[in-house]
Each structure stands twice: as C-alpha cells, then as structure tokens.
C-alpha cells in the first residue's frame, strides 16, 4: 500500500508565496517521476510541474519564473515553491509519483489535494 500526503496549502494575498510538500509513505521500492496537478472550480485537472527521478523538470507556461518542483529522494518527497502567488493560481493542488512498490507492481499515485487560495 502506498500512500501520498500533501500539505502546506493556505490562503495567501496575491504577491505571496507558499511551499507545498508531498511525502509517499508505503511500500515503495522506487519513485521515478513526481509532480504537482492543479484543479479549479469548473476547470479540469492540469498539469503544474514534473521532475524526473534525474531531477529533470517541466514546467506550465502559467508558473514559469514564479514556481519551482524540487525533490528529497531520501525522504520521498517532492516540493513546489510558489512565489509571486495570482487570484488565478487558486486550485485545489494535486501530488502524483510514479512508484514501483515491494511488489514489483508500477503505478502512479494520487494524494488526496490541498487548498491554495489567492485573495486579499
């Protein structure tokens, strides 16, 4: 059983910033590439960032400059920095792995979100 765990979502004035951390926890034999999702009220899901277990990394054209996905393998966890935080940033912010668990089975997975707000 594999388990992801996000947290460090708030709400936050426009120009702010956040750090967001989502820790796998499990049976995990191996995690390749992580990342963070995004979905607003009315919106579907989107991509945010993805780094590679290179630590090679990809960015939305709406972040670029202002987000930053790093990576602790040692601890599974993957990080987005977010500064210079916009009304329209605010989403329900999505964790996703790709893990190869004990059992040698490969899948991604899902942790259960976190609440951005951008208001004054």
């Known amino acids: 059983q594999v388990q992801l765990v996000e947290s460090g979502g708030g709400l936050v004035p426009p120009g702010g910033s956040l750090r967001l951390s989502c820790a796998a926890s499990?049976?995990?034999?191996?995690?390749?590439?992580m990342g963070w999702y995004r979905q607003a009220p009315g919106n579907e899901r989107e991509l945010v960032a993805t780094?590679?277990?290179?630590?090679?990394?990809r960015y939305a054209d709406s972040v670029k400059g202002r987000f930053t996905i790093s990576r602790d393998n040692a601890k599974n966890t993957v990080y987005l920095q977010m500064n210079s935080l916009k009304p329209e940033d605010t989403a329900i912010y999505y964790c996703?792995?790709?893990?190869?668990?004990?059992?040698?089975?490969?899948?991604?997975?899902w942790g259960q979100g976190t609440q951005v707000t951008v208001a004054s």
């Open positions: 996703n792995a790709n893990i190869l668990t004990t059992s040698w089975v490969r899948g991604d997975y």
């Open positions: 499990g049976s995990i034999l191996s995690m390749n590439a």
């Open positions: 780094i590679t277990g290179g630590s090679r990394t």
